[in-house]
């Protein structure tokens, strides 16, 4: 059976080296990871096939489905400078900024140098040391585990399909609207196709050939995991249904992108028993909140 590739509706620029201001780092180096010890979940983006991809600054890299069908994931454009289309998400910004999924950090150390206090959030450790490679302020934590801030951030991220993260788009606005602040803002990337799935998948570089096929070794070895791709129409009706309020929609560069109010709601039990843990905790990690 052959693969299905969809549109990624993604540019794959040659991989540059940037290098960003220290800043936002020093601001974050300590607190965050005073905030709990919390559980990092690395597989399966901690994985090799990942790791190497942002090593080298380049593909193949794939999310494969079990039936063959591919998501093309654009590393390249991922550890290059940011780019316009990049710019027109950040500019949208506002206070301070938590960049969910940030992977190799070029939108952490560009949010830096236009002097917004950025974090960038990622589970695979290759990642978050390319972040901080270029200046960025990272943590290795997932988007589900004590994050520091929560309940105050300005903009929340999820650009470059992360809104497929955990597989489950609502449940990732839930947990979105926890981490922002009253009238926060979170900037989604969407698929720029009208769809709505949900699937499991695993990472595959296609270097052992088998790119295409149903059951490839290399791919097989890894635990699939949740993804989900939905599409603008799909990602508003879903944010309507959790009370977010539509504060823009665009496109640049043939991506998509959809910004959202957070709703006004109580905060998760979670969340607040999480916010009293900080508050417990302050003179260590109250400077490195957001303001
Ligand atoms: C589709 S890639 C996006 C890359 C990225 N936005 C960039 O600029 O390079 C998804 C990213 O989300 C990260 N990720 C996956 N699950 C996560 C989770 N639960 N919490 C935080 N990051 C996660 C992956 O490690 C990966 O870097």
């Not at 960049?99 to 206090?117: M, Y």
């Not at 050939?209 to 995991?225: I, K, M, N, Q, Y």
């Not at 959202?260 to 709601?265: S, Y």
Request: hydrophobic share 40%; glycine share 12%; net charge negative.
């Amino acid at each position: 059976m052959s693969a299905t590739v969809p549109s990624s509706g993604l540019a794959a620029p040659a991989p540059a080296d940037r290098v960003g201001t220290p800043d936002a780092q020093e601001a974050f180096v300590d607190g965050p990871d005073a905030v709990g010890a919390a559980p990092v979940r690395t597989a399966p983006w901690g994985a090799d096939p990942y790791a190497n991809a942002l090593r080298t600054g380049r593909g193949p890299l794939f999310l494969r489905r079990s039936d063959g069908w591919l998501l093309p994931l654009d590393v390249e454009r991922w550890c290059s400078d940011a780019g316009s289309a990049d710019l027109s998400a950040l500019h949208r910004c506002e206070g301070p900024v938590l960049d969910i999924g940030c992977g190799p950090g070029r939108l952490v150390a560009e949010l830096a140098s236009l002097g917004h206090r950025a974090l960038g959030i990622d589970v695979s450790e290759a990642a978050v040391a390319r972040t901080r490679g270029l200046g960025g302020a990272a943590l290795l934590r997932s988007v589900f585990d004590p994050l520091p801030g929560e309940g105050r951030w300005g903009t929340l991220l999820l650009l470059d399909g992360n809104i497929g993260i955990g597989g489950d788009p609502a449940a990732l606005l839930d947990r979105a609207a926890d981490l922002l602040g009253a009238d926060g803002l979170l900037i989604a990337e969407t698929a720029p196709v009208d769809v709505d799935e949900r699937v499991r998948v695993r990472l595959d570089d296609g270097r052992d050939g088998t790119a295409g096929r149903t059951a490839p070794a290399s791919a097989c070895d890894a635990e699939p995991f949740p993804w989900a791709r939905i599409g603008t129409p799909a990602l508003l009706r879903h944010a309507r249904a959790g009370g977010w309020r539509t504060a823009g929609q665009w496109g640049a560069e043939g991506r998509t992108f959809v910004s959202l109010r957070r709703p006004v709601r109580e905060r998760s039990a979670r969340t607040s028993s999480q916010s009293a843990e900080s508050a417990n905790s302050a003179p260590v990690i109250s400077s490195q909140l957001p303001k």
